[in-house]
């Protein structure tokens, strides 16, 4: 039989957010499925494993392995505000966390709610919350980041971002969610401009889009915990 290198990630930092969503995906798509299949799964995907190879593991490699993968995904992810990664050139590139995330514009606060609801789209939401930083002060937490254009740029690249990193930006997000929300309809220009440019039915379906975020991102979480409990 083969011999078989087997390559387990020690920390979460160490796996990338694209194939989170791919576990994540098969874990939605697949809801009456048995600890069997998502543990193959689970060393398929973050171990880069072949359904025969892990066939031909030994009982006892396979479940210390599912284990540790599972400990894994119950670390604490933390709001990290910079990284560096590569980006399309190759070369490496600085991304900041907004630095001021209770003064983003409607635009982005609505690609938010959009996209990090959804595990498919998470790093879309990723490339909202995260971009180059072009200017650093004295202080490291001192920082301007690029102007938001839109997710395309980067979401790409920000598929191979840590996903501890990811996933503590998305609970950050989500704690200020409703504090945020607050704010945003509270401010009079923003008030001005929604009566000035939106209909009655686009406001209803606005606000019902932003106050729902919370509960799409909750479903997601048990979704998420559930999963790995089953491990």
Known sequence: ???VKLKLPTKLSAIKLKDFQKYMSIVENNPDADRNFLE???ME???GLKYKNIEGLPFGIFEDSVILLNSLFQSKTPLVRRFIMKGIDGAEVEFGFIPNLDKITMGEYIDLTNYIGDIKTMHKAM???FRPIHESYRHRQNYRVSSYKGTEEYSEILKDMPVDIALGAKVFFWTLGSKLLKIMLSSLPLQE???ATLSEEEKKD???SMRGIKNSMLL???QHY???KLL
Request: include cysteine; proline fraction near 0%.
């Open 1 to 3: 039989m083969e011999n």
């Open 40 to 42: 193959i799964k689970l």
């Open 45 to 47: 995907i973050f171990c």
């Open 127 to 129: 490339a909202v919350l």
């Open 193 to 195: 401009e929604l009566q």
């Open 206 to 208: 606005l606000i019902a």
């Open 220 to 222: 997601q979480e048990v």
């Open 226 to 228: 559930e999963s790995m």
